[in-house]
């Protein structure tokens, strides 16, 4: 773990060893840990790019045992940056500006948000 850091009600874990919270970029602003909206929604209204999840993505992308994202059309892994926990849902941010929102019984969606 390379940081914990509460913003927005939200507790972020960095996930990577030289991962820093500047490396969210502006994700961790558009979530608040007590709104009843799901994150998919919360990112969907405050970000401008909407949230788009990929079609097909248990086609195009894998979770590795580290939970990495591997997609077959890229030679490297996008890496986990840090994941939170709103509810009962949690999202991670991965390099590249990969986002992904899994619900509690596993299912999930990938987007980019950049």
Do not use: C
Request: glycine content about 8%; aromatic content about 10%.
């Amino acid at each position: 773990m390379s940081f914990m850091k509460m913003h927005n009600g939200v507790l972020w874990e960095g996930k990577h060893p030289k991962a820093t919270f500047s490396m969210l970029g502006l994700i961790p602003d558009f979530l608040k840990g007590d709104s009843s909206l799901s994150i998919a929604k919360q990112i969907d209204d405050n970000y401008m790019g909407g949230w788009l999840p990929a079609k097909d993505a248990d086609e195009m992308v894998k979770f590795s045992d580290d939970f990495s994202i591997m997609d077959p059309e890229t030679p490297h892994p996008y890496l986990l940056i840090a994941e939170a926990v709103i509810g009962s849902e949690r999202i991670r941010v991965y390099t590249h500006a990969w986002v992904s929102i899994t619900q509690a019984d596993g299912s999930y969606e990938v987007a980019k948000v950049d």
